[in-house]
């Protein structure tokens, strides 16, 4: 008998793995990728609604022009800022914007921190307190005026209400002492509601052992106040001062259909001061360059609160 041999089976050599450097390359890539496609829709916008005016509120600035002309705008380089400089008007309304800021912005967080406190503890009905609070921010800023300038006229109901307990009717609103008032009433109306959901946030945040660790050392509410809530809230409370200056350096609405940047031109705030020079005035080019000035001043805040929270990360 023949025998057959059969050669021996060939085994299939699985391919080689891909180096480690290969699969992290690979990853990183797949990565890179998914947030260029998640951040290129907010990106364009960026770029559409912040950087495309900024760039033509430059070329406005340094350019000239007479109102209702046809020819094209002239070249002005730094013409327009100094004319700013020495406007008095323009100085006028920055002295306001800031004089407005200084007051309403601790006005309003001490009284949106107030109310988060409150709020946080185990009080009956808390969530309709917080969102009867919470509602003025939720209604729009034009409605908001436009009701408080119902209640705030001279035949309106509040000078109605003090009326009835003897008091003589007040001019709220055109009375020069008392406008800047006004509108930190309506803008703190707005406003404290909203800050008070970011600062409940922290609250929130706070772990509740620092609490018993402070009442076992025999610290009282006031004195946990003070060495917990306090020092555990430096961030949310910096980014909630920061975000309501810049909120109230560019509030319009209340100046625009309530008092047209007067009386006396106590209520011509920055911002009003732009929209005036460009639409009232039809001069774009320094409203452009007072727009620049603000601006400036927003980077400056900015500025600060990235100092003000890399020293607090830093602690």
Same mark, same amino acid.
């Given at each position: 008998?023949?025998?057959? *041999?059969?050669?021996?089976? +060939?085994?299939?050599?699985?391919?080689?793995?891909?180096? *480690?450097?290969?699969?992290?390359?690979?990853?990183?890539?797949?990565?890179?990728?998914?947030?260029? %496609?998640?951040?290129?829709? =907010?990106?364009?916008?960026?770029?559409?609604?912040?950087?495309?005016?900024?760039?033509?509120?430059?070329?406005?600035?340094?350019?000239? &022009?007479?109102?209702?002309?046809?020819?094209?705008?002239?070249?002005?380089?730094?013409?327009?800022?100094?004319?700013?400089?020495?406007?008095?008007?323009?100085?006028?309304?920055?002295?306001?914007?800031?004089?407005?800021?200084?007051?309403?912005?601790?006005?309003?967080?001490?009284?949106?921190?107030?109310?988060?406190?409150?709020?946080?503890?185990? /009080?009956?009905?808390?969530?309709?307190?917080?969102? /009867?609070?919470?509602?003025?921010?939720?209604?729009?800023?034009?409605?908001?005026?436009?009701?408080?300038?119902? =209640?705030?006229?001279?035949?309106?109901?509040?000078?109605?209400?003090?009326?009835?307990?003897?008091?003589?009717?007040?001019?709220? %609103?055109?009375?020069? $002492?008392?406008?800047?008032?006004?509108?930190?009433?309506?803008?703190?109306?707005?406003?404290?509601?909203?800050?008070?959901?970011?600062?409940?946030?922290?609250?929130?945040?706070?772990?509740?052992?620092?609490?018993?660790?402070?009442?076992?050392?025999?610290?009282?509410?006031?004195?946990?106040?003070?060495?917990?809530?306090?020092?555990?809230?430096?961030?949310?409370? /910096?980014? +909630?001062?920061?975000?309501?200056?810049? &909120? $109230?350096?560019?509030?319009?609405?209340?100046?625009?259909?309530? *008092?047209?940047?007067?009386?006396?031109?106590?209520?011509?705030?920055?911002?009003?001061?732009?929209?005036? $020079?460009?639409?009232?005035?039809?001069?774009?080019?320094?409203?452009?360059?007072?727009?620049?000035?603000?601006?400036?001043?927003?980077?400056?805040? +900015?500025?600060?609160?990235?100092?003000?929270?890399?020293? *607090?990360?830093?602690?």
């Amino acid at each position: 008998m023949t025998s057959t *041999t059969q050669p021996p089976a +060939v085994r299939a050599t699985p391919p080689p793995a891909p180096p *480690t450097r290969t699969l992290h390359r690979r990853r990183r890539i797949g990565n890179l990728t998914a947030a260029a %496609l998640f951040l290129t829709p =907010a990106l364009a916008l960026i770029v559409v609604l912040r950087l495309v005016p900024v760039i033509q509120a430059v070329n406005d600035a340094t350019h000239t &022009s007479l109102p209702g002309s046809t020819l094209p705008p002239s070249w002005a380089g730094a013409a327009n800022f100094t004319a700013l400089w020495h406007s008095h008007q323009f100085w006028t309304s920055v002295q306001q914007t800031l004089l407005f800021n200084v007051i309403v912005n601790p006005l309003q967080i001490v009284v949106a921190l107030a109310l988060a406190v409150l709020l946080t503890r185990n /009080l009956p009905a808390t969530g309709l307190w917080r969102t /009867l609070i919470f509602l003025p921010a939720a209604v729009p800023m034009t409605g908001s005026a436009v009701v408080w300038g119902i =209640a705030l006229r001279p035949d309106g109901p509040v000078n109605a209400a003090l009326g009835s307990v003897g008091i003589g009717q007040q001019p709220f %609103l055109t009375g020069p $002492n008392q406008v800047v008032g006004s509108l930190i009433l309506i803008a703190s109306w707005i406003g404290v509601g909203y800050w008070m959901i970011f600062l409940i946030a922290g609250l929130n945040d706070i772990p509740q052992v620092y609490y018993e660790a402070a009442e076992v050392d025999g610290a009282g509410p006031l004195r946990q106040f003070w060495s917990v809530t306090l020092p555990q809230l430096r961030r949310p409370l /910096l980014f +909630v001062l920061v975000a309501d200056t810049v &909120s $109230n350096f560019v509030l319009f609405a209340p100046m625009q259909i309530l *008092t047209n940047g007067g009386p006396e031109q106590k209520s011509n705030f920055l911002m009003y001061d732009i929209f005036h $020079n460009s639409f009232d005035l039809a001069d774009p080019h320094t409203a452009a360059a007072e727009l620049l000035v603000l601006l400036a001043l927003m980077i400056v805040i +900015v500025a600060v609160q990235f100092r003000l929270l890399r020293s *607090t990360e830093g602690e």
